[in-house]
Structure formats: structure tokens, C-alpha cells
């Protein structure tokens, strides 16, 4: 699987972005997915998870109520919505996929492929 994160920028604080992750293969519809971001001189950490189906939905407490994850399985994408940005959502963002699950998984170590990262910069 190959994945294609995009759709980040620069916005001020307040504002919103929506993330899409693209992936190549058949399998997609079959793997749980993650969002994960880094900050500058920090280490890699969970933002949201989705199940295979999208039936169910996993977020860290940082963004709760303010990110939305989703997913299109005819589209072989996945996205997250984030609204009421912050300063501190400044990170860069990837996209991730599991093919174990059946959990949502909130550790990197438990995905096996990776999307290149797009840059979320939030200005104060």
C-alpha cells in the first residue's frame, strides 16, 4: 500500500483544514488507518484512528470535538477534518495504515505503511 497525505497549509488560528490521505491497492478497504503528527523536536504521536469499515473512530484527548476522521473505501482515501485549530496543532501530519487491527492501534510501531507528511502550520 502507498499513501498520499495532502491538503495541509498555513491558517490562523480558529481556522480549519481537511487532510485527505490517498492510497493505492485493493487492500485499503481492509486496513484500520491512523493520523499521527510531529512537531518540531517532538516525538511522533496519535491524533485519530478509523476501523476498516469506519464503524468506529478512536481520538486523542488533545483533539477531541475539534477532528473528525473519516473514510471512503470506494475512494481509497481517508481524511480528517480539523476545525478550531491551535497554534499547538502546528505539526507535520501523517497518514498510516494497519493491516493487523482489529483494535485501532494509537502506537506507530503498529503500522506498517506510511504516507510522506503534510505540513499543518497554525498561526496565533
Known amino acids: 500500500v502507498q499513501l498520499q497525505a495532502s491538503g495541509g497549509g498555513l491558517v490562523q488560528a480558529g481556522g480549519s483544514l481537511r487532510l485527505s490521505c490517498a492510497a493505492s491497492?485493493?487492500?485499503?478497504?481492509?486496513?484500520?488507518m491512523g493520523w499521527f503528527r510531529q512537531a518540531p523536536g517532538k516525538e511522533r504521536e496519535f491524533v485519530a484512528g478509523i476501523n476498516w469499515s469506519g464503524s468506529s473512530t478512536y481520538y486523542a484527548d488533545s483533539v477531541k470535538g475539534r477532528f473528525t476522521i473519516s473514510r471512503d473505501n470506494a475512494k481509497n482515501t481517508v481524511y480528517l477534518q480539523m476545525n478550531s485549530l491551535k497554534p499547538e496543532d502546528t505539526a507535520v501530519y501523517y497518514c498510516a495504515a494497519d493491516p493487523l487491527g482489529p483494535r485501532i492501534a494509537t502506537i506507530p510501531i503498529r503500522y506498517d505503511y506510511w504516507g510522506q507528511g503534510t505540513l499543518v502550520t497554525v498561526s496565533s
Open positions: 491497492g485493493r487492500t485499503f478497504s481492509s486496513y484500520n
